[in-house]
């Protein structure tokens, strides 16, 4: 069997939760739920199911008539590797590829305001992640035990990955020179 990869886990796993998807629905589920830490382009989510079909994880079954739309289903196997998968503590380091990281790294090249400019600027942005990952966080429904456990865990997650982003920036566009988090 070929390597199964990060995305087709998320696949797997939306098909688990949510049962039957097609391609489309699956691009909605991803919207609603892992896009804002692990998007996926809307043209693979076309290619990965019938892969994941050909390697036996999942079940295509297309429609003849009307739209023809391709159905695809979870399969023992593909629950069997899901569960092999989540029950694996390990994980590969995680991949950042933040351009404002990038930015600040060559920012000794720049002008003397862009580091100024380049945190109040991201701390912006970080305000917005954070303001709506909290909003997501007051509109769980407590009645929808696991799900909501779950979605909990990850939002918690990013409030405090997003609220040590808007710290750090804050900081340093009150402080380019050093200052007080320059040491932290």
Same mark, same amino acid.
């Given at each position: 069997?070929?390597?199964?990869?990060?995305?087709d886990h998320i696949v797997l796993g939306l098909i688990a939760r949510h049962g039957?998807? !097609? *391609?489309y629905e699956l691009k909605a589920r991803i919207e609603e739920s892992v896009e804002y830490f692990w998007p996926i382009p809307h043209a693979q989510l076309y290619r990965i199911p019938p892969r994941l079909a050909e390697q036996g994880l999942l079940?295509?079954?297309?429609?003849?008539?009307?739209r023809r739309r391709r159905v695809f289903h979870l399969t023992e196997a593909?629950?069997?590797?899901? !569960?092999?998968?989540?029950?694996d503590p390990s994980a590969p380091?995680?991949?950042?590829?933040?351009?404002a990281q990038v930015k600040l790294f060559f920012a000794d090249l720049g002008g *003397?305001?862009?580091v100024v400019a380049l945190a109040h600027r991201q701390a912006a942005e970080h305000r917005r992640w954070l303001d709506l990952y909290r909003k997501l966080q007051a509109e769980i429904d407590p009645d929808d035990s696991e799900r909501a456990?779950?979605?909990?865990?990850?939002?918690?997650?990013?409030?405090g990955h997003e609220q040590a982003y808007v710290d750090f920036w804050e900081d340093l566009a009150a402080h380019p020179d050093g200052g007080p988090g320059a040491r932290e």
């Open positions: 069997m070929t390597e199964v990869g990060h995305q039957p998807l !097609t *391609p079940h295509e079954e297309a429609e003849t008539g009307g593909g629950r069997a590797e899901l !569960t092999r998968w989540l029950a380091p995680p991949e950042t590829r933040d351009p *003397p305001g862009d456990v779950s979605r909990a865990r990850i939002l918690r997650l990013g409030i």
